[in-house]
């Protein structure tokens, strides 16, 4: 990420959950995509503005925060099918690397749970900036895009489709914003 000389080289940031969507998108039907979200994500971003390689993210969501609009299909996500939250409520990021790619933007490395199968994934970041809020927070942005396949996880649950196909796609689309506070 970006060095700033006017900071300390190391800095941790808290996500904000209020200004931070954890989004996906999986096709649907094979010629649809249906998209949702997680409302409930906490973590820490620690940058190392020397040596941008050391930084680090930790991140918990919520499971049964899953939110498509759709309170059948939410349910349906909720139970043993997919995600088992009674079981395992969190699904959890934590990196392993971070390798920089330009001043703004990283390729990281982690380690994703979900149910509690843990798999590598490689997520693309980009620093959209910082500045201050009116309340006189330092706030950070990130955008932070990623695919992973959903059986790797256990996620196997399908309906064949009388025309081909199957109902739920295997590859699910990261889409995750993030605004950061600086923790002073």
């Known amino acids: 990420m970006a060095v700033d000389t006017q900071t300390a080289a190391r800095t941790t940031w808290q996500i904000d959950p209020k200004h931070t969507t954890v989004g996906f998108a999986v096709k649907h039907m094979v010629f649809a995509t249906a998209k949702g979200r ?61 390798e920089p790619t330009s001043a703004n933007t990283a390729r990281v490395y982690g380690d994703l749970t979900i149910r509690g199968v843990t798999r590598p994934v490689v997520l693309d970041a980009t620093l959209l900036g910082r500045g201050k809020n009116p309340w006189g927070q330092e706030v950070a942005g990130f955008e932070v895009r990623g695919k992973v396949n959903r059986k790797e996880f256990g996620l196997n649950w399908n309906a064949a489709l009388e025309t081909g196909g199957f109902l739920v796609g295997d590859e699910v689309n990261l889409e995750i914003d993030v605004e950061a506070v600086h923790q002073q």
Not at 83 to 90: G, I, L, N, R, S
């Open 38 to 98: 997680f409302a409930g994500v906490s973590g820490t971003i620690v940058l190392d503005e020397a040596n941008p390689a050391q930084s680090s993210v930790q991140v918990e969501v919520d499971a049964a925060s899953v939110d498509t609009r759709e309170q059948q299909r939410d349910g349906h996500l909720r139970s043993p099918d997919f995600f088992h939250v009674e079981q395992y409520p969190t699904i959890t990021f934590t990196s392993t690397r971070v």
